[in-house]
């Protein structure tokens, strides 16, 4: 069994064992409830099970304590209300106003309005009419008595308990998991409910990224990591559904049409949506990048997490869905987005992720696209440079070396175009002398490059970086040797999610440094 279909099952039946521990703490108390009484009833000589008492129990003085009760019941039933109220309006003005939705909708709670305000009618009416001789034979003696007393017990022994089960369903993980199977339960029903369904899906996605939202304006980004979390779930879970759709389900028309992701769009990119059938997986990746766009400067977990999950939905999708080729375009626009914004740290992380994209690809055979993501990390890297981020300059030259790494290990048809793409990292459309000079890291990186294709004994490819390399003054050059003979540790010495040092350089290829330089005329004197 898949994990996605584990985390399903475990989902749906997610209801049940609150439940069951309502019951369980209900039975408790009412079990030391009866303990409690049999004590003081032995105490009073009145044996340990005194239920004679019930039964010779005088009806008036019956009437009065069922009088009594009602009262009790009505007061508890204010209190519920109150309280409730109070705990779903904070939590719905906090979250999502779904919350009052989906808490009025749940059995348990419906049960347990019904419950109370039976009990409160029931008593009041024994209470204000049984105060007369029966005409006939009682079936059960004192039964008003027993009811009343069941009833007013129930009610006592259920509040804590339920106040319990209360406060977990309005805790925003569970309100999270319960909007998820919500969308899931409208694709489902969309043969039999049509375009309700779509209406209701559309929703519910809108509901969690409003969820993220409002946790990231409350700096909460537990919260908003789960709503990210719960949006690629259901685009997972969707993806075994889709295929059982009809083509009327994939049109964008009606509500969609109305929608205000798919209103600017220009007609062909809507066009393109409907063939290939993905205004769900665009839905979620455009609620994605606005997500990613509030979380720059703030929660850069966040914005992770969202590059993490573009990631794995393209890379784990049925290639018989297009959903690759949009994760790519949202990869770029997140990087936009951070380069505008300025932060850099985000940048340097979804770069991180959309390399491992590349990679994956470069793993499956698929050379074009490889390259083609190659070609958007250097144009990337070039924008963030002039927008003075040069430290992306040599991020995306050490995620190039390492893809050209994995192409020589496949034998991939991407090699020699990937060594294109990554020797052109450090070419912008205006070098000025200053600009040359922060590049120098970028040039560290080609010679690392440089002692790979020794170790492996690439000839042809040595000749091409030292090629590239030839330009460079003696004294930069040394200072590139100097410093990849220096690093010794393999790891950066602040913690980063990648942990790796790009000044590192194995000792069996440091150990090339020499060969490596020693074709170049100006280090010779």
Same mark, same amino acid.
């Given at each position: 069994?898949?994990?996605?279909?584990?985390?399903?099952?475990?989902?749906?039946?997610?209801?049940?064992?609150?439940?069951?521990?309502?019951?369980?703490?209900?039975?408790?108390?009412?079990?030391?409830?009866?303990?409690?009484?049999?004590?003081?009833?032995?105490?009073?000589?009145?044996?340990?099970?005194?239920?004679?008492?019930?039964?010779?129990?005088?009806?008036?003085?019956?009437?009065?304590?069922?009088?009594?009760?009602?009262?009790?019941?009505?007061?508890?039933?204010?209190?519920?209300?109150?309280?409730?109220?109070?705990?779903?309006?904070?939590?719905? !003005?906090?979250?999502?106003?779904?919350?009052?939705?989906?808490?009025?909708?749940?059995?348990?709670?419906?049960?347990?309005?019904?419950? #109370?305000?039976?009990?409160?009618?029931?008593?009041?009416?024994?209470?204000?009419?049984?105060?007369?001789?029966?005409?006939?034979?009682?079936?059960?003696? !004192?039964?008003?008595?027993?009811?009343?007393?069941?009833?007013?017990?129930?009610?006592?022994?259920?509040?804590?308990?339920?106040?319990?089960?209360?406060?977990?369903?309005?805790?925003?993980?569970?309100?999270?998991?319960?909007?998820?199977?919500?969308?899931?339960?409208?694709?489902?029903? #969309?043969?039999?409910?049509? /375009?309700?369904?779509?209406?209701?899906?559309?929703?519910?996605?809108?509901?969690?990224?409003?969820?993220?939202?409002?946790?990231?304006?409350?700096?909460?980004?537990?919260?908003?990591?789960?709503?990210?979390?719960?949006?690629?779930?259901?685009?997972?879970?969707?993806?075994?559904?889709?295929?059982?759709?009809?083509?009327?389900?994939?049109?964008?028309?009606?509500? %969609?049409?109305?929608?205000?992701?798919?209103?600017?769009?220009?007609?062909?990119?809507?066009?393109?949506?409907?063939?290939?059938?993905?205004?769900?997986?665009?839905?979620?990746?455009?609620?994605?990048?606005?997500?990613?766009?509030?979380?720059?400067?703030?929660?850069?977990?966040?914005?992770?997490?969202?590059?993490?999950?573009?990631?794995?939905?393209?890379?784990?999708?049925?290639?018989?869905?297009?959903?690759?080729?949009?994760?790519?375009?949202?990869? !770029?626009?997140?990087?936009?987005?951070?380069?505008?914004?300025?932060?850099?740290?985000?940048?340097?992380?979804?770069?991180?992720?959309?390399?491992?994209?590349?990679?994956?690809? %470069?793993?499956?055979?698929?050379?074009?696209?490889?390259?083609?993501?190659?070609?958007?990390?250097?144009?990337?890297?070039?924008?963030?440079?002039?927008?003075?981020?040069?430290?992306?300059?040599?991020?995306?030259?050490?995620?190039?070396?390492?893809?050209?790494?994995?192409?020589?290990?496949?034998?991939?048809?991407?090699?020699?175009?990937?060594?294109?793409?990554?020797? /052109?990292?450090?070419?912008?459309?205006?070098?000025?002398?200053?600009?040359?000079?922060?590049?120098?890291?970028?040039?560290?990186?080609?010679?690392?490059?440089?002692?790979?294709?020794?170790?492996?004994?690439?000839?042809?490819?040595?000749?091409?970086?030292?090629?590239?390399?030839?330009?460079?003054?003696?004294?930069?050059?040394?200072?590139?040797?100097?410093?990849?003979?220096?690093?010794?540790?393999?790891? #950066?010495?602040?913690?980063?999610?990648?942990?790796? !040092?790009?000044?590192?350089?194995?000792?069996?290829?440091?150990?090339?440094?020499?060969?490596?330089?020693? /074709?170049?005329?100006?280090?010779?004197?």
């Amino acid at each position: 069994m898949s994990s996605e279909s584990q985390a399903e099952r475990a989902d749906s039946a997610a209801p049940e064992p609150a439940r069951a521990r309502i019951a369980l703490g209900a039975g408790v108390l009412f079990a030391v409830s009866v303990a409690a009484f049999s004590l003081v009833a032995w105490l009073e000589g009145f044996g340990a099970w005194p239920i004679a008492l019930f039964a010779a129990a005088e009806t008036r003085g019956s009437l009065g304590a069922i009088s009594d009760a009602a009262q009790v019941i009505a007061g508890l039933l204010a209190i519920a209300i109150t309280v409730v109220a109070i705990v779903i309006e904070l939590a719905a !003005n906090r979250y999502t106003h779904r919350i009052t939705e989906l808490f009025v909708r749940e059995p348990v709670n419906i049960a347990a309005a019904c419950f #109370y305000v039976l009990a409160t009618v029931l008593c009041i009416w024994i209470s204000a009419t049984f105060d007369v001789a029966a005409p006939g034979p009682a079936p059960l003696p !004192n039964a008003a008595l027993w009811v009343s007393l069941v009833l007013a017990t129930g009610c006592l022994v259920f509040l804590l308990p339920y106040f319990a089960y209360v406060f977990a369903f309005v805790s925003p993980l569970a309100v999270i998991r319960r909007i998820r199977e919500q969308g899931l339960a409208a694709v489902r029903a #969309y043969p039999e409910r049509g /375009e309700r369904s779509r209406y209701e899906l559309l929703d519910c996605v809108e509901e969690l990224a409003d969820i993220g939202r409002g946790a990231l304006e409350h700096s909460d980004q537990t919260i908003a990591m789960a709503a990210i979390d719960s949006l690629a779930e259901l685009l997972r879970d969707y993806q075994g559904l889709r295929r059982d759709l009809g083509g009327s389900w994939f049109a964008i028309s009606g509500v %969609l049409a109305q929608d205000p992701d798919f209103v600017p769009m220009a007609a062909p990119v809507r066009a393109g949506l409907e063939r290939d059938g993905a205004w769900l997986e665009a839905k979620v990746l455009r609620r994605y990048l606005a997500l990613f766009s509030d979380s720059l400067g703030r929660a850069r977990g966040v914005g992770t997490l969202i590059a993490i999950h573009t990631r794995t939905l393209a890379a784990g999708a049925d290639p018989a869905i297009p959903l690759l080729p949009w994760s790519i375009r949202f990869f !770029n626009s997140y990087l936009r987005a951070a380069i505008n914004a300025r932060d850099q740290r985000t940048a340097y992380y979804v770069l991180d992720q959309y390399q491992k994209l590349a990679a994956e690809l %470069l793993r499956r055979g698929d050379a074009e696209r490889a390259v083609s993501i190659a070609g958007h990390l250097r144009s990337y890297a070039q924008l963030g440079d002039a927008h003075g981020q040069e430290f992306l300059l040599e991020t995306v030259a050490f995620d190039l070396s390492q893809l050209i790494e994995l192409a020589v290990e496949l034998a991939s048809p991407a090699l020699d175009p990937l060594l294109g793409v990554f020797l /052109e990292v450090d070419r912008p459309g205006d070098p000025t002398p200053e600009r040359v000079e922060r590049h120098l890291r970028v040039r560290r990186v080609q010679v690392q490059l440089g002692t790979f294709f020794l170790a492996v004994g690439d000839a042809p490819r040595v000749a091409r970086i030292r090629a590239d390399l030839a330009g460079e003054r003696a004294e930069r050059l040394r200072a590139i040797w100097r410093d990849l003979e220096a690093e010794t540790d393999a790891e #950066y010495w602040e913690f980063t999610d990648r942990g790796v !040092n790009f000044a590192y350089l194995p000792p069996e290829r440091r150990a090339l440094l020499g060969a490596f330089f020693a /074709e170049f005329p100006a280090l010779r004197s």
